[in-house]
């Protein structure tokens, strides 16, 4: 599958590295993905199928709009990687796209602190690659900006 269009977005939280990792990687994203413009908030999470820590885990989320998303943890390096794939869209993102995958990375810094990078990617359906990549470049990508903020402000609150 080839990817449409993908986001990327960094940001250094003051907290160690096994501290970041164990805060941010198993939080709930209720709260942490609000509504903004055309993206719903995430309001529920449904059928999580066990702690949000290893390969094979799902989760279904329910969005503000009344779509849902199923989340399913493909990859887990502690004090990492952590790289989910996204599927069974519906509402208008599942007429647009047939998935998507998050890619997730930590790294110590020299000083003590984390770099959280996080990469998202979506699969379009065809004939809708402009219409994602609009949505990409306008809406999501400062949108994963702003939930990285609340992310990484998180971690240092918890650390």
Do not use: N
Not at 92 to 121: K, N
């Amino acid at each position: 599958m080839t990817v449409t269009a993908s986001a990327s977005t960094a940001r250094v939280a003051a907290a160690p590295l096994d501290r970041a990792w164990s805060i941010a990687t198993p939080l709930t994203p209720v709260g942490f993905y609000p509504r903004a413009g055309v993206i719903p908030a995430v309001v529920a999470v449904h059928e999580q199928t066990g702690p949000w820590d290893a390969v094979g885990r799902t989760r279904r989320l329910e969005l503000s709009d009344g779509s849902s998303v199923v989340e399913s943890l493909v990859r887990v390096e502690p004090d990492g990687a952590f790289v989910y794939e996204l599927s069974e869209f519906t509402g208008l993102l599942g007429r647009l796209v047939t998935g998507g995958r998050a890619d997730w990375s930590y790294r110590a810094t020299p000083s003590g602190r984390t770099r959280v990078d996080w990469t998202y990617s979506f699969f379009a359906r065809p004939g809708r690659g402009l219409i994602v990549r609009g949505i990409v470049r306008f809406a999501w990508a400062p949108y994963m900006r702003r939930v990285l903020v609340g992310i990484t402000r998180e971690i240092e609150r918890t650390a």
